[in-house]
C-alpha cells in the first residue's frame, strides 16, 4: 500500500519538527516528505489521508503493557490488546512477561510474536522475565531470549528485591547491552498494601504502600546500575522521592531511564475515596506533590517516557471488597486523549508529548521507530486535537473496562494509525 | 426528654450506617436519643415491642465476632423484627462465591436490612452500592465501626453528662482499629479533643490530621488529666507480625495501671470495647474498679443497636412508655 499523508502538521520530536508537511509511504517506510502540496508529482498513492486540522506524529509506543495472553484471555488477548494499542494511537507496545505461563523461554516469546503476526493491530516487543518463573531465584537465558525477539527484561508485578541476584541480571545484561526494567516496590515494606500509605489510607483503614518501599529500591539499583555501567529503567514512577533519585543518578551519568502513567500523573489517593477499585493500583496513586513532581520531571526529562501499564481486569476482580480486588487500570485507549490534555493544560508542548509517547520509548527499547525522518518506518498517527469527547470506557476496543477516568473530558484522539505503511485503525 | 422525642421523631436523614464520618452531629445525638427512649424497654419485665415487627433483619458476619452478633440479635428480637444470620464459614462464600453474589441471593428473598462485618475496609460501603436494603455497618476491617463508637458516646454521655470538651485518651492499637477511628470521628463532633498513643509501630501515618487526634508519647502523657481513657485490645498475633516484642513488654509500657490511672482527671472513666486482654493492656484490678463502665459499654449497646434499627427502618412513632 502506498499512501500520501497530506496537509497535516507534522511534529516529529526527533528532529525537533513541527510544520506541515506532506508525506508519501511506500514499501513499509517512509518514502518522502515535502511541504504541502510539494511531493513529487509522479508519486502514484493508492490512497490518500487528508490530515487536515490533524497533527501526523510517529506512531506511539508504550513500553508497558500487560496483553494477558496466554492463560487469562478472558481479561485481553494478543488480538483484542493490539487492537486496544491501535485504536489509541499506539502503532507499538511491549508486552509484559507475568502470563501463564509467564514470559521466561524461548517459547512464550515466540508464541506471542506469532500471535501477534496475525493481527491488524500494534506491533508487539516482548519483555521477558529475567527470573524462571518470575520467582527472583534464577537467572532467564537472556541471549536466547533476545535473539527470539525479546527486547528487554523485567519480572514486572514483581520486584527483583535480592540485591545480589539483581547486581548479576545487571552484569550479565551487559554481555548483550540488554535493559532492566524494575518494578521497584521493596516486598518486605508492603506486606498486604493497598493504597498510598499516608493520611487517607489511614483514615479510610487501608494498609499502606509507602514511598520508601519504592525509593528504596531504586536508590540501591542506580547504586548498582553506576557500579555496572548497566542500562537500567525504572518502570512506573510513582513518588517525588524516586524522581529526586533518578535526576541525581542522571546528574551522573549513569544510564537510567523512567517511566510515568497517565494515572500518575492525573490522579492522586483521593481517587481511592469510596473504596472505588478501579483506582487500586500498583505502586498506587499518591499525593499532590508527587503528582506535580512527576509532571515537572517529564517536562524536564528527568522522566523519559509515558507508558500505560495498561492493566486489563474483568468484574470478576474488580467488582468485589476493596483489599481483594486486583491492581490496575486499564491505558491504552485514554494515554493519548490525556496526553493532549496536558497539551492544552499547557503542561507539556506537542512536540514534548510525542517525545514522551514515541520518540523517547523506542530509544529506551533500542526499537525502530519514534521518528518520521525519510527511510524511517511508516509507523505514524494521525490525531485529531479537536475531537472533545468524553472517555466511555464501554467504547473501549479493550476487554478491559478498570479505568477511573470514565466520564473525563478529554480533547482529542487518535483518528487513523499505520503500522508498517498498512492502516490499522481509522475512526469511522 | 422533650426535645429528645422531638428529635426522635424527626426522619434520620442517611439510607445506612456505613461509618461515623459523613454524620452530623445532630444524627449522633437523633441516635443516641432515641437509645436512651429505647433503654427503658430493655428494663421492662417484658422486654419486647412491636416496633419492627414484619422486618426482616440480615446479620451477615463474615469475621468472627460473638458481642456484635449477640448484642445485634438481641436488638432485633427486642424490636421484634424478624432476623437470620449468616456466617463465613458455611456460608456460599466458602464455596467460591462472591460477596456481592451472597448479599444479591439474600436480597433476592426481600430482607429490610442487612448488618454486616467484615474484615476487609470498604466491604460495607461496595454493599451499599449494590444493594436496596439499609446496610449497617458491624465493623469493616480497620476502618469503622459506628454502632461501638455510639455505645461509647452513650455511655461518655451518662457518666459526664455530656459530650462535649471532654478530654479522651484512646490507648493501644491505633492502626487496626476501628473502635479508635470512629470513636475520634464522633468525639470530634462534639468539640472533644483525643489524644492517642501507643507503640509507635501501631500509630499509623497522619493519624493527627486523618483523625484529629494529638499523637502523645506516652500512655502517661495521654492520661494525664484525662476524662475518659479508653483502652483498645492488644490482638496477640500483631506480636508476630514485630509490631511489639513481647506481652509482658506491652503490659509494662502500655498496660492502664491503677498507678497510671492516677494521672486522669479525679472523676475519669475506664472504658474497653472488649474482649479484653486482662494484665495486658489494663490491669485486672482497674477493669474492674469503681472507674470502670466496661458492662455499661455492653448494655448500652443493645440500646444503641435498637436505636440504629428503628430510625434507619425509618419507624415513625416510639414505643410508648
Same mark, same amino acid.
Given at each position: 500500500?502506498?499512501?500520501?499523508?497530506?496537509?497535516?502538521?507534522?511534529?516529529?520530536?526527533?528532529?525537533?519538527?513541527?510544520?506541515?508537511?506532506?508525506?508519501?509511504?511506500?514499501?513499509?517506510?517512509?518514502?518522502?516528505?515535502?511541504?504541502?502540496?510539494?511531493?513529487?508529482?509522479?508519486?502514484?498513492?493508492?490512497?490518500?489521508?487528508?490530515?487536515?486540522?490533524?497533527?501526523?506524529?510517529?506512531?506511539?509506543?508504550?513500553?508497558?503493557?500487560?496483553?494477558?495472553?496466554?492463560?487469562?484471555?478472558?481479561?485481553?488477548?494478543?488480538?483484542?490488546?493490539?487492537?486496544?494499542?491501535?485504536?489509541?494511537?499506539?502503532?507499538?507496545?511491549?508486552?509484559?512477561?507475568?502470563?501463564?505461563?509467564?514470559?521466561?523461554?524461548?517459547?512464550?516469546?515466540?508464541?506471542?510474536?506469532?500471535?501477534?503476526?496475525?493481527?491488524?493491530?500494534?506491533?508487539?516487543?516482548?519483555?521477558?522475565?529475567?527470573?524462571?518463573?518470575?520467582?527472583?531465584?534464577?537467572?532467564?537465558?537472556?541471549?536466547?531470549?533476545?535473539?527470539?525477539?525479546?527486547?528487554?527484561?523485567?519480572?514486572?508485578?514483581?520486584?527483583?528485591?535480592?540485591?545480589?541476584?539483581?547486581? !548479576?541480571?545487571? $552484569?550479565? =545484561?551487559?554481555?548483550?547491552?540488554? @535493559? %532492566? #526494567?524494575?518494578?521497584?516496590?521493596?516486598? &518486605?515494606?508492603? *506486606?498486604?498494601?493497598?493504597?498510598?500509605?499516608?493520611?487517607?489510607?489511614?483514615?479510610?483503614?487501608?494498609?499502606?504502600?509507602? !514511598?520508601?518501599? $519504592?525509593? =528504596?529500591?531504586?536508590?540501591?539499583? @542506580? %547504586? #548498582?546500575?553506576?557500579?555496572?555501567?548497566? &542500562?537500567?529503567? *525504572?518502570?512506573?514512577?510513582?513518588?517525588?522521592?524516586?524522581?529526586?533519585?533518578?535526576?541525581?543518578?542522571?546528574?551522573?551519568?549513569?544510564?537510567?531511564?523512567?517511566?510515568?502513567?497517565?494515572?500518575? @500523573?492525573? #490522579?492522586?489517593?483521593?481517587?481511592?475515596?469510596?473504596?472505588?477499585?478501579?483506582?487500586?493500583?500498583?505502586?498506587?496513586?499518591?499525593?499532590?506533590?508527587?503528582?506535580?513532581?512527576?509532571?515537572?520531571?517529564?517536562?524536564?526529562?528527568?522522566?523519559?517516557?509515558?507508558?500505560?501499564?495498561?492493566?486489563?481486569?474483568?468484574?470478576?476482580?474488580?467488582?468485589?471488597?476493596?483489599?481483594?480486588?486486583?491492581?490496575?487500570?486499564?491505558?491504552?485507549?485514554?494515554?493519548?486523549?490525556?496526553?493532549?490534555?496536558?497539551?492544552?493544560?499547557?503542561?507539556?508542548?506537542?512536540?514534548?508529548?510525542?517525545?514522551?509517547?514515541?520518540?523517547?520509548?523506542?530509544?529506551?527499547?533500542?526499537?525502530?521507530?519514534?521518528?518520521?525522518?525519510?527511510?524511517?518506518?511508516?509507523?505514524?498517527?494521525?490525531?485529531?486535537?479537536?475531537?472533545?469527547?468524553?472517555?466511555?470506557?464501554?467504547?473501549?476496543?479493550?476487554?478491559?473496562?478498570?479505568?477511573?477516568?470514565?466520564?473525563?473530558?478529554?480533547?482529542?484522539?487518535?483518528?487513523?494509525?499505520?503500522?508498517?505503511?498498512?492502516?490499522?485503525?481509522?475512526?469511522? | 426528654?422533650?426535645?429528645?422525642?422531638?428529635?426522635?421523631?424527626?426522619?434520620?436523614?442517611?439510607?445506612?450506617?456505613?461509618?461515623?464520618?459523613?454524620?452530623?452531629?445532630?444524627?449522633?445525638?437523633?441516635?443516641?436519643?432515641?437509645?436512651?427512649?429505647?433503654?427503658?424497654?430493655?428494663?421492662?419485665?417484658?422486654?419486647?415491642?412491636?416496633?419492627?415487627?414484619?422486618?426482616?433483619?440480615?446479620?451477615?458476619?463474615?469475621?468472627?465476632?460473638?458481642?456484635?452478633?449477640?448484642?445485634?440479635?438481641?436488638?432485633?428480637?427486642?424490636?421484634?423484627?424478624?432476623?437470620?444470620?449468616?456466617?463465613?464459614?458455611?456460608?456460599?462464600?466458602?464455596?467460591?462465591?462472591?460477596?456481592?453474589?451472597?448479599?444479591?441471593?439474600?436480597?433476592?428473598?426481600?430482607?429490610?436490612?442487612?448488618?454486616?462485618?467484615?474484615?476487609?475496609?470498604?466491604?460495607?460501603?461496595?454493599?451499599?452500592?449494590?444493594?436496596?436494603?439499609?446496610?449497617?455497618?458491624?465493623?469493616?476491617?480497620?476502618?469503622?465501626?459506628?454502632?461501638?463508637?455510639?455505645?461509647?458516646?452513650?455511655?461518655?454521655?451518662?457518666?459526664?453528662?455530656?459530650?462535649?470538651?471532654?478530654?479522651?485518651?484512646?490507648?493501644?492499637?491505633?492502626?487496626?482499629?476501628?473502635?479508635?477511628?470512629?470513636?475520634?470521628?464522633?468525639?470530634?463532633?462534639?468539640?472533644?479533643?483525643?489524644?492517642?498513643?501507643?507503640?509507635?509501630?501501631?500509630?499509623?501515618?497522619?493519624?493527627?490530621?486523618?483523625?484529629?487526634?494529638?499523637?502523645?508519647?506516652?500512655?502517661?502523657?495521654?492520661?494525664?488529666?484525662?476524662?475518659?481513657?479508653?483502652m483498645l485490645r492488644i490482638?496477640?498475633?500483631?506480636?508476630?507480625?514485630?509490631?511489639?516484642?513481647?506481652?509482658?513488654?506491652?503490659?509494662?509500657?502500655?498496660?492502664?495501671?491503677?498507678?497510671?490511672?492516677?494521672?486522669?482527671?479525679?472523676?475519669?472513666?475506664?472504658?474497653h470495647p472488649g474482649p479484653m486482654n486482662r494484665g495486658v493492656e489494663i490491669?485486672p484490678?482497674v477493669a474492674?474498679?469503681?472507674?470502670s463502665?466496661i458492662?455499661?459499654?455492653?448494655?448500652?449497646?443493645?440500646?444503641?443497636?435498637?436505636?440504629?434499627?428503628?430510625?434507619?427502618?425509618?419507624?415513625?412513632?416510639?414505643?410508648?412508655?
Amino acid at each position: 500500500m502506498r499512501i500520501e499523508v497530506r496537509n497535516g502538521r507534522l511534529i516529529d520530536p526527533a528532529r525537533g519538527m513541527d510544520e506541515p508537511r506532506d508525506l508519501f509511504l511506500a514499501e513499509g517506510k517512509v518514502a518522502a516528505e515535502a511541504p504541502p502540496g510539494r511531493l513529487d508529482r509522479s508519486l502514484q498513492a493508492d490512497r490518500v489521508i487528508d490530515a487536515k486540522g490533524r497533527w501526523v506524529v510517529p506512531g506511539l509506543i508504550d513500553l508497558h503493557v500487560h496483553l494477558r495472553e496466554p492463560g487469562e484471555e478472558y481479561k485481553e488477548t494478543i488480538d483484542s490488546g493490539l487492537r486496544a494499542a491501535a485504536a489509541g494511537g499506539f502503532t507499538a507496545v511491549a508486552c509484559m512477561p507475568n502470563t501463564t505461563p509467564p514470559n521466561d523461554d524461548r517459547s512464550v516469546t515466540e508464541r506471542i510474536l506469532r500471535q501477534a503476526g496475525r493481527v491488524r493491530g500494534a506491533r508487539v516487543y516482548p519483555v521477558a522475565a529475567i527470573t524462571v518463573g518470575r520467582e527472583g531465584k534464577h537467572l532467564t537465558e537472556f541471549g536466547d531470549l533476545l535473539e527470539a525477539g525479546a527486547v528487554g527484561f523485567s519480572d514486572d508485578g514483581h520486584c527483583l528485591a535480592d540485591a545480589g541476584l539483581f547486581r !548479576r541480571a545487571l $552484569e550479565y =545484561a551487559r554481555s548483550f547491552d540488554a @535493559l %532492566l #526494567l524494575q518494578h521497584a516496590q521493596e516486598p &518486605r515494606l508492603t *506486606v498486604d498494601a493497598l493504597a498510598h500509605e499516608g493520611t487517607r489510607a489511614t483514615r479510610l483503614g487501608l494498609r499502606g504502600w509507602p !514511598r520508601v518501599a $519504592e525509593e =528504596a529500591i531504586v536508590a540501591r539499583d @542506580l %547504586l #548498582l546500575a553506576g557500579y555496572l555501567d548497566a &542500562r537500567y529503567h *525504572v518502570q512506573h514512577v510513582s513518588s517525588a522521592g524516586t524522581v529526586e533519585l533518578i535526576r541525581a543518578a542522571k546528574a551522573r551519568g549513569i544510564r537510567v531511564t523512567a517511566e510515568v502513567t497517565p494515572h500518575h @500523573l492525573w #490522579l492522586t489517593d483521593a481517587a481511592v475515596e469510596d473504596y472505588d477499585t478501579n483506582a487500586k493500583v500498583n505502586p498506587p496513586l499518591r499525593e499532590e506533590h508527587d503528582r506535580a513532581a512527576l509532571r515537572d520531571a517529564l517536562r524536564d526529562g528527568t522522566i523519559d517516557c509515558i507508558a500505560t501499564d495498561h492493566a486489563p481486569h474483568s468484574v470478576l476482580e474488580k467488582k468485589i471488597e476493596f483489599d481483594r480486588a486486583a491492581f490496575g487500570i486499564v491505558g491504552l485507549e485514554t494515554a493519548l486523549p490525556l496526553g493532549l490534555k496536558l497539551v492544552r493544560d499547557r503542561v507539556l508542548t506537542p512536540l514534548r508529548l510525542f517525545e514522551t509517547l514515541s520518540t523517547a520509548p523506542a530509544r529506551v527499547l533500542h526499537v525502530p521507530g519514534g521518528r518520521l525522518a525519510v527511510g524511517d518506518p511508516a509507523d505514524l498517527t494521525v490525531v485529531d486535537p479537536e475531537r472533545p469527547h468524553r472517555i466511555d470506557p464501554d467504547a473501549f476496543v479493550s476487554l478491559g473496562r478498570n479505568t477511573p477516568f470514565a466520564g473525563y473530558e478529554v480533547p482529542g484522539r487518535a483518528v487513523a494509525t499505520v503500522v508498517g505503511g498498512e492502516v490499522v485503525f481509522e475512526l469511522s | 426528654m422533650a426535645e429528645g422525642n422531638e428529635e426522635a421523631r424527626a426522619v434520620f436523614p442517611h439510607k445506612h450506617l456505613l461509618g461515623i464520618e459523613g454524620l452530623a452531629r445532630r444524627d449522633v445525638e437523633m441516635i443516641l436519643d432515641t437509645a436512651d427512649a429505647l433503654r427503658g424497654i430493655t428494663l421492662r419485665r417484658i422486654k419486647k415491642v412491636q416496633t419492627l415487627r414484619g422486618r426482616m433483619v440480615v446479620n451477615a458476619f463474615f469475621e468472627n465476632s460473638t458481642r456484635t452478633r449477640v448484642s445485634f440479635e438481641m436488638a432485633e428480637k427486642r424490636l421484634s423484627a424478624d432476623s437470620v444470620n449468616i456466617q463465613a464459614s458455611g456460608s456460599a462464600m466458602a464455596k467460591g462465591e462472591t460477596l456481592l453474589d451472597t448479599l444479591q441471593n439474600i436480597e433476592a428473598m426481600r430482607p429490610d436490612m442487612v448488618v454486616i462485618r467484615h474484615s476487609c475496609s470498604g466491604a460495607p460501603h461496595f454493599l451499599a452500592r449494590h444493594l436496596s436494603s439499609n446496610v449497617i455497618n458491624a465493623g469493616d476491617g480497620h476502618h469503622e465501626h459506628p454502632t461501638q463508637a455510639l455505645l461509647d458516646a452513650l455511655t461518655i454521655r451518662h457518666a459526664k453528662g455530656t459530650l462535649e470538651r471532654l478530654e479522651v485518651a484512646i490507648c493501644g492499637d491505633i492502626m487496626h482499629s476501628r473502635v479508635a477511628r470512629s470513636n475520634a470521628h464522633l468525639l470530634r463532633l462534639f468539640g472533644s479533643r483525643v489524644r492517642v498513643a501507643g507503640p509507635q509501630t501501631m500509630i499509623p501515618r497522619g493519624v493527627e490530621e486523618a483523625l484529629g487526634v494529638r499523637v502523645c508519647r506516652s500512655l502517661a502523657e495521654a492520661v494525664e488529666g484525662a476524662d475518659v481513657v479508653m483502652m483498645l485490645r492488644i490482638q496477640k498475633e500483631r506480636m508476630g507480625a514485630d509490631l511489639f516484642p513481647s506481652d509482658r513488654e506491652y503490659a509494662r509500657c502500655f498496660g492502664l495501671t491503677r498507678d497510671l490511672l492516677r494521672g486522669a482527671k479525679p472523676d475519669a472513666i475506664v472504658m474497653h470495647p472488649g474482649p479484653m486482654n486482662r494484665g495486658v493492656e489494663i490491669a485486672p484490678d482497674v477493669a474492674d474498679g469503681e472507674r470502670s463502665v466496661i458492662l455499661g459499654q455492653v448494655e448500652n449497646g443493645v440500646a444503641v443497636r435498637m436505636a440504629v434499627l428503628y430510625l434507619l427502618a425509618g419507624a415513625s412513632e416510639l414505643p410508648a412508655e
